[in-house]
């Protein structure tokens, strides 16, 4: 990973703006840009979501990362467009938004815009804490796990450790990252709990070894309500919750009872009450207890699942139907009821699926903004 340098975030900001200025020329000459929406150099006012596109394939060539900001009518309010990576995903919060090209970690504020430099290919996990605006966005960079952090007052740092991360999640402002080894040692592969210290480095805060092929189902576990326990689905083979202590990374499992539900999960995993949420790749929103019995039960369904991009931030579970029109919706992780009249967002339909290189354009990600004052 490319280091940044001193007066790096300052001499970026003045190429993001001469870049912008050139676009405006070019668009008034008569030129059109390749999609919707000028360069942002902010988060702009009204901004209701954002979704994140990239190439389809881990060995794609060619295409971009792009992410388009859109308002409550569905109107592109512009976008972030650099060097292609796969996974690439949107974080927002009250203050920011964060995401990721093969070029630079980008946030965005409504003031500001700032890229912290990366050579990179493949977002193997991100997370946030969407109260405070920090954010972590984790490589797969070989035999190492490079990450790019953003503190919640704005501050960046870079950094790296040995090994492949499995998962990465906010308890508060306190972050957590589960490493496996990369090479295991006969039937068992070594697993650490790091922890990184907001302005501190990486500490490990426990360890313990897996039998080759159990691993996490869901990237982005939840964090228990005390803090004090990170409460994760692996599949173990058969799919389990996994309570691990923050402190130590001591752990305890518990199979769970899920006959006829499809044993995966997909996306953020989320804690109301005594109860973890998730969804899995069917499109069914499952819970089960935290603390007592195992059995898993079905809360509600997302409507035709087949061709849907989801996330989970908070009480919120954002979606984008891409089936003919695209249409992005939000709904309340508890109930299914929606929470926002339907978005139609037309100028996405004949970008998703478009060639990009030797693959083809896919959403990476979707997320909701809070919307900023005109």
């Known amino acids: 990973m490319r280091q940044p340098k001193a007066g790096t975030t300052s001499s970026k900001a003045v190429r993001?703006?001469?870049w912008a200025a050139l676009l405006s020329v070019a668009v008034s000459c008569g030129t059109t840009p390749d999609h919707p929406g000028a360069i942002l150099d902010d988060l702009p006012p009204g901004a209701v979501g954002a979704v994140s596109l990239g190439p389809q394939g881990l060995e794609s060539t060619g295409g971009r990362a792009i992410v388009f900001v859109f308002d409550e009518g569905g109107n592109v309010l512009g976008r972030l467009e650099d060097e292609p990576i796969y996974a690439n995903p949107v974080l927002a919060s009250k203050q920011s938004l964060v995401t990721a090209s093969g070029r630079a970690v980008t946030t965005l504020t409504s003031t500001s815009r700032i890229d912290v430099p990366v050579d990179e290919g493949i977002v193997e996990a991100a997370a946030n804490n969407p109260e405070t605006g920090s954010a972590t966005v984790w490589f797969n960079s070989?035999?190492?796990s490079n990450f790019v952090s953003v503190d919640a007052d704005g501050q960046t740092r870079t950094g790296s450790v040995q090994g492949m991360v499995r998962t990465a999640t906010y308890c508060g402002d306190r972050q957590f990252a589960v490493v496996r080894d990369i090479i295991p040692t006969g039937e068992m592969t070594k697993h650490r709990l790091y922890e990184l210290p907001p302005g501190g480095g990486l500490v490990v805060r426990g360890e313990w070894d897996l039998p080759v092929g159990v691993g996490p189902a869901s990237r982005n576990p939840a964090c228990a309500a005390d803090g004090q326990s990170i409460l994760a689905l692996w599949r173990m083979p058969d799919l389990a919750l996994v309570r691990i202590d923050v402190s130590d990374g001591s752990q305890s499992e518990t199979v769970l009872d899920m006959p006829g539900f499809a044993q995966n999960a997909w996306g953020t995993t989320a804690v109301v009450g005594d109860r973890l949420y998730?969804?899995?790749q069917d499109g069914q929103v499952l819970s089960v207890?935290?603390?007592?019995p195992s059995a898993v039960a079905l809360e509600w369904a997302i409507p035709d699942p087949d061709k849907t991009t989801t996330t989970v931030s908070g009480t919120t579970v954002t979606?984008?139907?891409y089936r003919g029109r695209p249409v992005f919706s939000q709904h309340d992780l508890i109930t299914g009821n929606q929470?926002?009249?339907p978005i139609e967002l037309p100028w996405l339909e004949s970008i998703v699926g478009s060639?990009?290189?030797n693959t083809l354009y896919s959403i990476a990600d979707v997320t909701t903004l809070e919307e900023q004052p005109q």
Not at 289 to 292: E, H, L, P, V
Request: aromatic content about 4%; hydrophobic content about 25%.
């Open 278 to 280: 998730w969804l899995n």
């Open 339 to 341: 929470t926002r009249d």
């Open 355 to 357: 060639p990009a290189g």
């Open 319 to 321: 979606v984008v139907n």
């Open 16 to 18: 993001t703006a001469t």
């Open 289 to 292: 207890s935290t603390t007592g």
């Open 142 to 144: 070989g035999r190492t």
